[in-house]
C-alpha cells in the first residue's frame, strides 16, 4: 500500500513569475491540473488530492496575485494568468491535462484562455457531474 505524499514546490517562469504549486500521485501517471478560484490558492485542493487514486498525477497551481505566487505590481489580466499557467504546464512536462475546477468567477476564464491559445496542448475541462476524460482527435 503506498502512503499519499504531496510535495509543495515553487516554479520560476521565463517571464520571472513564481508560481508556488502542489503535487502528488505517479509523475507518469494521468495528469489532472486544478486551478483555484479568486483570493484562493492550490492549497484548497490538499485534501482532495488525497483522495484521489495514485494513477493520476494531479497538480494545483497557485495563480499569480495569490498565495505564495508573485505578486508584482500592475494588474492582473487573465490573458496573463493563462499565459503563466500554459507556460507552468510546458515546464512541468504536462502535454494533455485534464482540468478539474470549481466555478469561482477567476478560474472558468483563466482555464478558458489556455484552451483557446493552446489548441494543440488539448487542455480538457473536466464536465460536471461526471468522470474526467482526455481529449481525442475527433475533439
Known amino acids: 500500500m503506498s502512503t499519499f505524499q504531496l510535495v509543495h514546490a515553487s516554479l520560476e517562469l521565463p517571464n520571472g513569475i513564481v508560481l508556488s504549486y ?3 500521485g505517479d509523475p507518469g501517471g494521468v495528469p489532472v491540473v486544478f ?3 479568486y483570493s484562493d490558492s492550490h492549497r484548497a485542493y ?3 488530492l488525497a483522495c484521489l487514486p495514485s494513477w493520476v498525477r494531479a ?3 497557485t495563480v499569480r ?3 505564495d505566487s508573485s505578486k508584482p505590481l500592475g494588474a492582473y489580466t487573465i490573458a496573463e494568468m493563462a499565459s ?3 507556460a507552468a504546464l510546458l515546464s512541468l ?3 494533455q491535462p485534464i482540468v478539474g475546477r470549481w466555478r469561482q468567477l477567476l478560474e472558468p476564464r483563466v482555464v478558458a484562455n489556455v484552451i483557446g491559445h493552446s489548441p494543440d496542448r488539448r487542455t480538457v475541462p473536466a464536465p460536471r457531474g461526471g ?3 482526455r481529449a481525442s482527435a475527433g475533439d
Open 46 to 48: 490538499s485534501r482532495l
Open 84 to 86: 503563466d499557467l500554459d
Open 93 to 95: 512536462l504536462v502535454a
Open 59 to 61: 497538480i494545483a497551481v
Open 22 to 24: 502542489a503535487e502528488s
Open 65 to 67: 496575485g495569490h498565495g
Open 131 to 133: 468522470a474526467p476524460r
Open 35 to 37: 486551478v483555484h478560484g
